[in-house]
């Protein structure tokens, strides 16, 4: 059974930095292009980065060049590094693997960044 599961997300004061994980387990995505969304509260989800097999990535107009997406096929691993975090970079983070040829897609469940004085 395929599962994602995020992690690192947490409170942080504007200005500063984290890192989400995401692990994924059920099967290798080595393959796969690897996706982070984000939804914030009253706000549709919406597409961070993206990264695909052969390592191109691609990112929403509002992070680039303070989100750094990357991952690590040997431990089946994506990650999103955040920098200069904005208090509108305040979401739930989702780990996204669509599979290839279909309309069906994995999730994880989420983990929330909430940046706050």
């Known amino acids: 059974q395929v599962q994602l599961v995020e992690s690192g997300g947490g409170l942080v004061q504007p200005g500063g930095s984290l890192r989400l994980s995401c692990a994924a387990s059920?099967?290798?995505?080595?393959?796969?292009?690897m996706y982070w969304y984000r939804q914030a509260p009253g706000k549709q989800r919406e597409l961070v980065a993206g990264i695909t097999n052969g390592y191109s990535t691609n990112y929403a107009d509002s992070v680039k060049g303070r989100f750094t997406i990357s991952r690590d096929n040997a431990k089946n691993m994506v990650y999103l590094q955040m920098n200069s975090l904005k208090p509108e970079d305040t979401a739930i983070y989702y780990c996204?693997?669509?599979?290839?040829?279909?309309?069906?897609?994995?999730w994880g469940q989420g983990t929330q960044v909430t940046v706050s004085s």
């Open positions: 059920g099967r290798a995505f080595s393959m796969y292009a």
């Open positions: 996204n693997i669509p599979v290839p040829g279909t309309q069906y897609n994995y």
